[in-house]
C-alpha cells in the first residue's frame, strides 16, 4: 500500500524525507537546494534567495517533525522536539484568515520562509484535528527513519514499506526473544 498522506500533510511527509540518515544523502544540504526545492513545489518564487539561518531553520524544524513522527510509532512524543516545534513556530506568527468565499485559513505572516513553514504547522495542526497526524510515522528502525503514513485500519504499523525494515526488526525481536529463554 502507498505511504502517501492525504493533502498538505504530503508535502510535508516529502519534506522530511528529503534527508535519507541510513545513505547519509540529503538533497536539502544547502541554501540553494532547499530554495530549489521549495520553488519546484510552488511554495518560494523561483531564485528566491534562502537565507543561511533560514536554511538551519528549516533543516531544524525538519528534525522536530521527524522526532515527533516516531512518538506516533512508539509512545509519546519527545519533550525536546516539543520544544524546538514551538520555538519554531513562534516566529512565523500564524494567524486565522478568512477567505473571500468565507472560509479559513491558517496564514503565516513574516518572511517568505515563514510563510513555507507557515503552511506545513498549518497541516500539522489540521492533521491533529481530523486524526490523520498520528498516522503520519518515522519508521521504528533507527538506522531508517523514514516518514509513511499508515494506512492500516488499527494505526497498527511500526515501520515502513522497505521490507529491509520489517525484517531487521522482526529479527531483532527473535534474537531478544532468544536471549531471554
Ligand atoms: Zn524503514
Not at 135 to 154: G, I, P
Not at 155 to 172: D, F, H, L, Y
Amino acid at each position: 500500500m502507498s505511504s502517501a498522506a492525504p493533502g498538505d500533510l504530503e508535502l510535508l511527509r516529502q519534506f522530511v524525507n528529503t534527508v535519507d540518515p541510513d545513505e547519509h544523502t540529503d538533497a536539502l544540504d544547502t541554501p540553494e537546494h532547499l530554495g530549489a526545492w521549495l520553488s519546484d513545489r510552488g511554495l518560494l518564487a523561483t531564485g528566491t534567495h534562502v537565507a543561511s539561518e533560514d536554511h538551519t531553520r528549516a533543516l531544524r524544524f525538519r528534525k522536530s517533525v521527524r522526532d515527533l513522527a516516531l512518538g506516533n510509532s512508539d509512545s509519546a512524543p519527545d519533550p525536546q522536539a516539543i520544544l524546538s516545534f514551538n520555538e519554531l513556530a513562534e516566529p512565523t506568527r500564524l494567524v486565522l484568515q478568512l477567505g473571500g468565499d468565507g472560509s479559513a485559513a491558517l496564514v503565516a505572516e513574516g518572511s517568505d520562509l515563514d510563510r513555507v513553514l507557515g503552511r506545513l504547522l498549518a497541516s500539522i495542526y489540521i492533521a491533529m484535528i481530523d486524526g490523520n497526524w498520528q498516522r503520519l510515522k518515522a519508521c521504528s528502525n533507527d538506522t531508517c527513519r523514514w516518514l509513511y503514513f499508515d494506512h492500516s485500519k488499527n494505526r497498527s504499523k511500526k515501520w515502513c514499506t522497505m521490507e529491509s525494515c520489517g525484517n531487521v526488526i522482526n529479527a531483532r525481536a527473535y534474537r531478544e526473544r532468544r536471549r531471554e529463554v
